[in-house]
């Protein structure tokens, strides 16, 4: 799977090319000189957010970090931009049983804005729970998949699909792939279904605030979506069958790509 998104993200090409690990000729490439200028780069001019969960004193707080201030002039965090791109596909063969389906869907959303968390919900119905569309239809209903789920990415702008299918299944996988994409935009789907979706997202933030390090997370990207987690939750609350319905049709299929396994 990981290796079938890193060639997806490559068709898409930009950052998303970029394996967030490097890649072997890079490593290569790496010396001591190299490290150590890295190092002194990232202590100097890298932007540095503390967050500091717990039963603690702000005022002590803010006095032991005061320090890092004098440490000179720090980058400020770059919100990427829209990107134009023409739809790409891609398969490749290897020695695997199970083949690797993933498709990329472009939505123009800032990810500062109500939509971006609106869009949480569409990816909740789309594939992000047992109950969505391609859980249900694609794996369940027509066992085409042994897995098929979404998952949506603001700050990339993209919204990923996922499955794993035999290979002699891809064309009807995409057909019913972008047949449950149709239903959202026509907006059919249960009332049930989305209030459901809309529960599951908001229990999944409720619980935040039992996990330290979860909550951590969520808060790192608290200034580029400028809610708290009352208001996101209201945001989540107030998405209606309209809101889900108009942003499933900002969906704009980008890139496919099949690694492909077995004899077909």
Known sequence: MRFAQQRLQELLGGELAIPSLGTLDQLEHVTPRTLFEAYESMIRHDRVDVYVVGDVNREQVTDAFAPLEGLGERLVREYPQPVDREFQRLEEHQAINQSKLHLAYQVDIDPRSEDAVRMQVVNGLFGGFPHSKLFMNVREKESLAYYAASQYSSLSRMLFVYAG?????????????????????????????????????????????????????????????????????????????QDVAALANRLTLQAVYCLKGGTA
Do not use: C, V
Not at 207 to 232: K, T, V
């Open 165 to 241: 299918i035999d290979a002699s299944n891809q064309a009807k996988t995409e057909a019913i792939i972008a047949d449950q994409l149709a239903d959202l935009q026509a907006g059919t789907f249960e009332d049930e279904t989305l209030e459901q979706t809309k529960a599951m997202l908001y229990h999944q933030r409720r619980q935040l605030g039992d996990n330290p390090r979860q909550l951590i997370a969520w808060m790192s990207g608290s200034d580029i979506r400028p809610f708290s987690l009352d208001e996101e939750m209201a945001i989540i609350e107030r998405t209606s069958r």
